[in-house]
């Protein structure tokens, strides 16, 4: 099993920059990738930022140029800089790592940008 952790989030302005971060635990060898999904009420989660092991990256097209995301393999953590954040990037954060056939989720970070 993999725990997650996550941290940042809150409440910014438009314009306005966040810092998410992700710890993992537990079985992190078997973690090959790691990122974040978002949701929005009454949306669908979508996937915000992934990164490989190795580095390759993978943005939603929404944030490509906004948003950057950085992974610490010494620690095992996964990080999403978040940058000229917009009301639309209002939703709930879900860090996830998955590996060896599973997906995992943090239990969530709720982002909210103000206009």
């Known amino acids: 099993q993999v725990q997650l952790v996550e941290s940042g989030g809150g409440l910014v302005q438009t314009g306005g920059s966040l810092r998410l971060s992700c710890a993992a635990s537990g079985s992190i060898l078997s973690i090959f990738s790691m990122g974040w999904y978002r949701q929005a009420p009454g949306k669908q989660r979508e996937l915000v930022a992934a990164i490989a092991d190795g580095g390759p990256t993978d943005y939603a097209d929404s944030v490509k140029g906004r948003f950057t995301i950085s992974r610490d393999n010494e620690q095992y953590a996964v990080h999403l800089e978040m940058n000229s954040l917009k009301p639309e990037d209002t939703a709930v954060y879900y860090c996830?790592?998955?590996?060896?056939?599973?997906?995992?989720w943090g239990q969530g970070t709720q982002v909210t940008v103000s206009s």
């Open positions: 996830y790592a998955e590996g060896s056939g599973s997906t995992h």
